[in-house]
C-alpha cells in the first residue's frame, strides 16, 4: 500500500512583520465584502510591511460551509495552491447566492448535493478540485483552521486579528484606508 502525501498551501500572502489576520466564511456576505478588500489592503500598505493570511471559519447555519471550506483547502493542495484556493474563494464569492439557503434553510439549493456544489465551483472557477477533495486526510486542515478560530476565541465571521490580538471594533464595513493606518500605526 502506497501512502500518498500532500501538502495544503497556507492562504498567506505578503511579507511583512505585521499579520493580519481574517477568519471568514466564504459564503457570508461580510466574509465576501472584506475577502474583496484584501488584495486592496495589501498594496495601500505594501506586501513588505504587511501579511495577510485568510483563516476560513466555517460556520454551520451557511449549510453547505463544511464542503466550501473543503473545496477551497483541496485548491489549495494543488499546483498553484493558494492561487488556486483564492480563486475558488473568489468565485464563490462572486457566485454567493448559488452556494446558499434562502435565509439559511430554503431555496433550489436544498436539492443540491455536494458533488453539485463542487462541480458549480469547478466551473467558476477553473480549477479542477473533485479529486483533492477526495483526498482521505484533508479534514486534518480543515480541523486545524477550526482548532485555531477556537484557541483564539473566534466564533464568527469575519473576525480580525492584528499580531495575534483579536480586533473587536474592525469591520468589513471599514475602508481599506482605515485597515491599513491601523496596521501600519506604531
Not at 79 to 98: L, Y
Not at 152 to 163: A, E, L, Q, W, Y
Request: proline fraction near 5%; aromatic fraction near 10%; hydrophobic fraction near 40%.
Amino acid at each position: 500500500m502506497s501512502e500518498t502525501t500532500w501538502r495544503a498551501d497556507p492562504l498567506v500572502w505578503g511579507r511583512g512583520p505585521r499579520v493580519f489576520e481574517v477568519f471568514i466564511e466564504p459564503t457570508c456576505p461580510f466574509s465576501v465584502k472584506a475577502f474583496r478588500k484584501l488584495d486592496e489592503l495589501l498594496a495601500e500598505a505594501g506586501e513588505d510591511r504587511v501579511t495577510v493570511k485568510i483563516r476560513l471559519q466555517s460556520q454551520p447555519w451557511h449549510l453547505y460551509s463544511g464542503v466550501i471550506v473543503r473545496c477551497i483547502l483541496a485548491a489549495s493542495t494543488l499546483e498553484g495552491g493558494r492561487q488556486a484556493a483564492k480563486a475558488v474563494m473568489k468565485a464563490v464569492a462572486d457566485h454567493r447566492e448559488e452556494f446558499e439557503f434562502e435565509r439559511h434553510f430554503g431555496g433550489p439549493n436544498r436539492d443540491a448535493t455536494p458533488n453539485e456544489i463542487i462541480a458549480r465551483i469547478e466551473d467558476y472557477s477553473g480549477v479542477r478540485l473533485a479529486q483533492a477533495f477526495a483526498i482521505p486526510d484533508l479534514d486534518r486542515e480543515i480541523k486545524w483552521h477550526c482548532k485555531y478560530a477556537r484557541q483564539n476565541g473566534i466564533h464568527v465571521s469575519p473576525t480580525f486579528m492584528i499580531d495575534g490580538l483579536v480586533q473587536a471594533d474592525m469591520s468589513s464595513g471599514d475602508a481599506v484606508a482605515d485597515w491599513a493606518a491601523r496596521l501600519l500605526k506604531d
